[in-house]
Structure formats: C-alpha cells, structure tokens
C-alpha cells in the first residue's frame, strides 16, 4: 500500500481507521484509496482503489500493492518557467534574453486558484483542466508550425511521468526529457515567437 494518507471503507461502506487497520487487519472487502483533498488530484499511474481479499485458507492481502498517488491540481500561471522547455524548439535554443522566439506574453487561462488560499501549492495557479493561452508580446506573432495563429492553447493536465503539467509538454518530450523522437512530436513543435514585420 502506499504512504499517502488513505481513506478505507468496509464492503457495507462504513468509513475504517487506517492507523487501526494497520496495527488490527482490515475486514475481508475493504477498500482503499490515497485520501486526496479538494487540491489535489489522483495520478494516472498504477490503480485507484486496492481491496482486501482473502483466499480458502483465510490469508487476507490487498489485491494491488501500489495505487494512485495524489498529485497537486494546478500549473504554473508563469510563462519566464515554461519559456527554457520551449526553447528545445528555437532555432537559437540557446539564447532566450533577447531572443525574437522567447518573446511570450504572460499566459491567458480559464480558471485560477485563489490568490490567498490556505494550500500555498496551488494559490494562486492555474486550475488542473484549465486551457491556456500562449500568445506573442505585442511587435511579435507566433513562428514556424504556429505561424498566423492567434494563440496556441494547452491544458494543465497530468501525466504519469511528468505529473501535474500542461499537455504540450508529453505532447512533445518522451520519457526521458527529449523531444524529437520516435513516436514523439518535433520539438519545432514547440511555440516559438518571431518580430511581426506586417
């Protein structure tokens, strides 16, 4: 079972204490899961509920060993943490301070944590499932695959790899961090900005 603070219930559905669990055993039937908050949600790797059984000769074991973890519900709202990972597909991918590519507005996105809200993780975020916005500074219009498209949207998503990031970034990059690979889009995939010459 996992370390996350879990929440487990008995086949009839009454509400079990895990500390009590642990040290007791749990009845055959119970089921848990990671107790996840209003800030968080579940990942994608491994299942989301483990059960106990139990065989003929009364050995009782949870059927799943690893289960979802809880992962934070937000993204970051700031454009300058994104702008190293869309580098990978400039063409100068070395340079960002005055780079013509690197020059993105600040991210345009439905829906954001409060400001002041009490979980520091997620004040002031983008909501998990929010779409975003990636748009040019005013003077520049996006380039290359993008080029006369107002805005390229992503997605605060999750992935069992990256975790709690927008889309475009497994969209892109393989397992390992590296785009441009089999199976895996371009990195001119990326958005890129260029000076606005119309």
């Not at 899961?33 to 000769?57: L, M, P, R, V």
């Not at 909501?127 to 916005?133: A, D, I, L, Q, V």
């Not at 805005?151 to 999750?158: A, F, P, R, Y």
Request: net charge negative.
């Amino acid at each position: 079972m996992d370390n996350n603070e879990m929440d487990c219930k008995s086949a009839d559905g009454t509400q079990l204490d895990y500390p009590n669990g642990l040290a007791n055993g749990f009845p055959e039937g119970t089921v848990c899961q990671a107790k996840c908050k209003e800030t968080e949600i579940y990942g994608t790797w491994f299942s989301q509920t483990s059960k106990c059984e139990c065989n003929d000769a009364g050995r009782c074991v949870f059927d799943e060993n690893k289960i979802k973890r809880c992962e934070v519900a937000a993204c970051t709202p700031d454009i300058n943490a994104l702008i190293g990972t869309f580098a990978e597909g400039f063409v100068n991918k070395n340079v960002i301070e005055g780079n013509d590519e690197a020059q993105f507005a600040e991210l345009d996105c439905d829906e954001y944590w409060p400001d002041n809200h009490e979980d520091i993780r997620v004040a002031g975020k983008v909501k998990y499932g929010s779409k975003c916005r990636v748009k040019c500074k005013p003077g520049y219009v996006l380039a290359e695959e993008d080029a006369g498209q107002p805005h390229v949207e992503i997605t605060c998503s999750n992935h069992h790899v990256f975790k709690t990031t927008y889309s475009i970034i497994f969209d892109v990059f393989d397992y390992y961090g590296d785009c441009g690979v089999e199976f895996w889009s371009d990195c001119s995939d990326m958005p890129s900005c260029k000076a606005d010459t119309n």
